[in-house]
């Protein structure tokens, strides 16, 4: 399975190897205050995934980060009711029985 993964992994980098091959071209980004850069195709999509990525994980970050926070608390929580004594079994009452 590791194996086939990998092949899968060394095919899909073939092709993304070749589109950025294919696609080296410039295109010119243009900024605010009429600043400019040229740059080929292939960096400037790979700039703009690692600009997604990067503000899709700022995003996620605040949850993961409670989410954590709540795990700690849980897990302190599951240590001192581990250290404490078991709670005594309750206690039966006899119900009386009807007429016998």
């Known amino acids: ?3 086939l ?3 899968l992994r060394g095919i899909l980098f073939v092709i993304l190897l070749g ?3 294919k696609n080296s ?3 010119e980004l243009r900024f605010f ?3 400019s850069w040229q740059t080929p195709l292939s960096l400037a999509l790979l700039g703009a995934l690692v600009l997604g990525i990067v503000l899709g994980l700022l995003a996620l970050l605040p949850r993961l980060i409670r989410q954590r926070r709540n795990l700690s608390a849980l897990k302190r929580e599951l240590a001192e009711r ?4 078991p709670p005594p079994p ?3 009452i006899d119900l009386p029985t009807l007429g016998v």
Do not use: R
């Open 82 to 85: 581990e250290k404490s004594p």
């Open 19 to 21: 589109l950025a091959i």
């Open 25 to 27: 071209g410039d295109v």
């Open 1 to 3: 399975m590791t194996a």
């Open 5 to 7: 993964l990998w092949f």
């Open 33 to 35: 205050f009429d600043s």
């Open 90 to 92: 309750p206690n039966h």
